[in-house]
């Protein structure tokens, strides 16, 4: 095999290894979303952050408009500090609300961003303060097992019954 | 220091481990431009001759000496330095097999040299007419016989015009034509590039005809006896004869020490 | 059971001397690298027996193990109504774990045994001696080119056996049983991350490229210049880099994937 023929073919072979990462970098990962020019930063308190984990989304209106940069607990009001990176060029009302949500019923966790109605915007740095927190579970089956129990206690207050609220257990 | 002396072995002893001594105090001179034959049975320490002279192994004690120069075994730029002065052709050849025979003896002209493509061309192509193999020179390794193999190695050995070549068992087991090819081989090269060769061998009849001077080394690492080769024809030593003439017992017996035969079969007296 | 100690002992600092036999000689190789860079042509050639030569057997596994990761993970994941993310399932198994181990393994099989048998009938046919006693050092002509050949080549072909894997799980997962397509990537490129899950398996399969190449050279240099000798340094040569791969891999994962 000639000198000039070995070169070619490993040329060939290194140019391949770049095609698959490009390809994976491209399709099949997130790189689309790499490059895009530096955002600003917004804060926002949550008393329960739930599932959300560091570069999670951001969403309004169901579309990405940023990712989470940083989780830390609050020393102070022990809440849970989240830092959000936003696009630039994307302004939100002073007023919007930060939601946890989860993306479909056993997903990952990202940020809705409600756009509210003021006339200013977020400047950088600024935090929002209309903040919902993350659904717990738990709580939420306490909540339906405690409205469960009441209900059942208001509809046989009336019946002479006595039996019929401990059966609810 | 004699100018006349290429190579001078003085007093060494050489062992690889602590409990086997290759060779013991040996001493012997190789004058320059002459072609000089070590001999001696198997496991004499011909090869480790060799070996020491080109440095592969630090001498225990006593001193090789390459050209004036002690040779020092642990210097590396030393080494190098004296390896491109010597050439060696392996009992084997130790050719590359992946290189094709003109590649094989381009070789040490493309790492030691800066020449050109063609001049390196018109080299190697010398090279291999003197030992009769320039038309086999786009032939790969796996496609040339022992004989032909030998050529070659001995063309690359001379590649860089060394001023010594040394041929580790450069006739065995070669055919009787081949054999004749490579004595009259070495010693033409001999003649016309002027340079020394030492040839280690066993073959004590074609190394005759071509030797000026011959050791012979006997088994214990020492030096047997020395001379010209009528002198060793002539010798009266009983070693020497027997090694010579190719006596089967002699000093060098031929049973392996072992008790009595009657004793071994389990008979009587 | 003194005699057992003693043995044990002595097999002990026999080990600890292979250990670090093996310390030296990959400082070595180190110490050689510029030498070899500076015939280029050399490390090509090498990439070239090492990386192409490999190329069927990597392709050719990376599309099966594409095939079947699709179908097993389909299986378990349709279970949970969550057959969508299919496609994550099988890029991340490929780019994080499968691509850089499998290729590592498949490349001990394959380049490792040839290149220990190379070095090793090299060594026996005198031919390294040979070099050494024409002034030219053995290591920076023949071992390090092969080193760095295997290095250059391993991560590539780790890149390749992931991506035909990714295409042939697309095959097997909206071509055969019928996912959507545009699910299929979309999903993988909200999950896979190019850093964390990409950039780790490159190190990983560099590290095990490092890894394969020197027990196989190693190995190689080190065998009896006989033909049982050879055998057994290529037996060896597949089991220790398997066996480092693996143990390697499992820090490397720990190392890297620890936090979710």
């Given at each position: 095999m000639s000198k000039r023929g070995i070169e070619t073919l490993v040329g060939l072979f290194v140019l391949l290894g770049i095609l698959a990462l490009v390809f994976i970098a491209l399709k099949a990962a997130n790189l689309a979303s790499f490059g895009q020019r530096d955002g600003y930063m917004l804060q926002a308190r949550f008393d329960n952050i739930g599932g959300l984990k560091v570069r999670a989304p951001v969403r309004s209106a169901g579309v990405v408009v940023g990712r989470v940069k940083s989780i830390k607990l609050d020393p102070k009001t022990f809440q849970g500090l989240v830092t959000m990176e936003i696009e630039q060029g994307l302004q939100f009302p002073r007023d919007s609300s930060a939601k946890i949500l989860t993306s479909g019923l056993l997903g990952d966790q990202y940020i809705g961003l409600e756009a509210g109605g003021d006339d200013k915007n977020f400047a950088p740095g600024d935090t929002v303060t209309q903040t919902q927190s993350a659904v717990v579970l738990e709580n939420l089956i306490g909540q339906f097992l405690f409205n469960k129990a009441a209900d059942a206690g208001a509809a046989n207050a009336p019946s002479p019954a006595p039996a019929a609220p401990a059966s609810k257990k | 220091?004699?100018?006349?002396?290429?190579?001078?072995?003085?007093?060494?002893?050489?062992?690889?481990?602590?409990?086997?001594?290759?060779?013991?105090?040996?001493?012997?001179?190789?004058?320059?431009?002459?072609?000089?034959?070590?001999?001696?049975?198997?496991?004499?320490?011909?090869?480790?001759?060799?070996?020491?002279?080109?440095?592969?192994h630090p001498v225990n004690s006593g001193r090789v000496v390459f050209d004036g120069e002690t040779v020092d075994a642990a210097n590396r730029d030393q080494l190098y330095r004296l390896r491109r002065r010597l050439g060696m052709l392996f009992q084997f050849g130790a050719l590359f097999t992946d290189l094709t025979v003109f590649e094989n003896v381009a070789f040490p002209l493309r790492e030691h040299t800066s020449l050109s493509d063609t001049m390196i061309r018109d080299i190697v192509l010398m090279k291999l007419n003197a030992v009769g193999l320039r038309g086999a020179a786009q032939l790969r390794i796996s496609e040339v016989s022992g004989g032909m193999a030998r050529r070659i190695a001995l063309a690359r050995a001379i590649a860089l015009d060394p001023e010594l070549i040394m041929y580790d068992e450069p006739f065995a087991g070669l055919d009787p034509i081949s054999m004749g090819v490579a004595a009259n081989l070495i010693r033409k090269l001999n003649d016309a590039t002027g340079s020394t060769s030492l040839i280690v061998s066993h073959d004590v009849q074609e190394c005759f005809t071509i030797a000026d001077y011959a050791y012979l080394m006997s088994s214990g690492g020492r030096v047997a006896a020395h001379g010209t080769p009528d002198e060793l024809r002539d010798s009266a030593d009983p070693e020497v004869r027997q090694f010579i003439r190719g006596e089967p017992d002699g000093p060098v017996r031929f049973h392996y020490p072992a008790r009595a035969l009657a004793e071994d079969l389990g008979m009587p007296g | 059971m003194t005699a057992m100690l003693q043995a044990l002992g002595a097999r002990t600092l026999r080990w600890l001397l292979s250990l670090g036999h093996a310390a030296t000689f990959f400082v070595d190789l180190l110490r050689n690298v510029p030498t070899a860079l500076r015939r280029f042509a050399l490390v090509v050639a090498q990439v070239h027996a090492i990386g192409n030569r490999s190329l069927v057997i990597i392709v050719a596994s990376g599309l099966a193990v594409g095939f079947v990761l699709a179908l097993q993970m389909y299986y378990a994941l349709v279970k949970y109504g969550a057959a969508e993310s299919l496609g994550l399932v099988v890029n991340l198994s490929l780019v994080r774990e499968l691509g850089p181990v499998v290729t590592?393994?498949?490349?001990?099989?394959?380049?490792?045994?040839?290149?220990?048998?190379?070095?090793?009938?090299?060594?026996?046919?005198?031919?390294?001696?040979?070099?050494?006693?024409?002034?030219?050092?053995?290591?920076?002509?023949?071992?390090?080119?092969?080193?760095?050949?295997?290095?250059?080549?391993?991560?590539?072909?780790?890149?390749?056996?992931?991506?035909?894997?990714?295409?042939?799980?697309?095959?097997?997962?909206?071509?055969?049983?019928?996912?959507?397509?545009?699910?299929?990537?979309?999903?993988?490129?909200?999950?896979?991350?190019?850093w964390r899950d990409v950039g780790n398996g490159i190190v990983k399969s560099s590290v095990f490229g490092v890894i394969c190449t020197f027990v196989a050279l190693y190995q190689g240099y080190e065998t009896q210049a006989t033909p049982e000798g050879v055998a057994y340094a290529t037996t060896r040569t597949v089991v220790v880099s398997s066996l480092a791969v693996l143990g390697m891999d499992f820090i490397l994962t720990a190392l890297m994937f620890s936090t979710p």
């Open positions: - | 220091m004699n100018s006349d002396t290429l190579i001078d072995i003085d007093h060494v002893t050489f062992g690889y481990d602590a409990s086997r001594t290759i060779l013991n105090d040996v001493s012997l001179t190789f004058k320059r431009g002459k072609v000089t034959a070590i001999l001696g049975g198997s496991g004499c320490g011909k090869t480790t001759l060799l070996r020491l002279i080109a440095g592969v | 590592a393994l498949l490349f001990a099989g394959r380049a490792g045994t040839s290149l220990t048998a190379e070095i090793g009938l090299m060594k026996a046919g005198e031919q390294l001696a040979a070099m050494e006693l024409m002034a030219i050092d053995p290591r920076a002509r023949v071992l390090v080119p092969r080193f760095l050949g295997g290095i250059v080549a391993m991560p590539i072909l780790a890149l390749l056996f992931s991506t035909v894997g990714i295409l042939g799980a697309y095959v097997v997962a909206v071509l055969l049983i019928g996912i959507d397509a545009g699910n299929f990537w979309s999903i993988q490129q909200s999950g896979v991350d190019i």
